[in-house]
């Protein structure tokens, strides 16, 4: 059975830098696709970003492009995001998330596989 576990939310002031990481056990990842969704009070959850797991090809919401950076470390089974020059409207549960290859990067109902997600928090 699929788990994903998130870790490194936190509290962080505007214009900080923040790493979220994404602990993935249970099937082999190397067909996969990992992403990162997030959900802010009363809105639904958008994505934010994906990178294949078997080579380097990501994927950035127009939200965060330049100021985020989605990587994975295939030893270790871990995915993570760096959250640099973050903004208010960053503050949000942060989810990972696993999907076949082949489907849409961006669409939120191609993974099938989520974690608990993790809290961030940005003050101005």
């Known amino acids: 059975q699929v788990q994903l576990v998130e870790s490194g939310g936190g509290l962080v002031q505007a214009g900080g830098s923040l790493s979220l990481s994404c602990a993935a056990s249970g099937r082999t990842f190397s067909s996969r696709r990992m992403g990162w969704f997030r959900q802010a009070p009363g809105k639904e959850r958008e994505f934010v970003a994906a990178?294949?797991?078997?080579?380097?090809?990501?994927h950035y919401a127009d939200s965060v492009r330049g100021r985020f950076t989605i990587s994975r470390d295939i030893a270790k089974n871990t995915v993570y995001l760096q959250m640099n020059s973050v903004k208010p409207e960053d503050t949000a549960v942060y989810y990972c998330?696993?999907?076949?290859?082949?489907?849409?990067?961006?669409?939120?109902?191609?993974?099938?596989?989520w974690g608990q997600g993790t809290q961030v928090t940005v003050s101005s």
């Open positions: 998330a696993s999907a076949p290859t082949g489907l849409v990067a961006t669409l939120l109902t191609s993974y099938d596989s």
């Open positions: 990178i294949r797991w078997s080579y380097d090809s990501t």
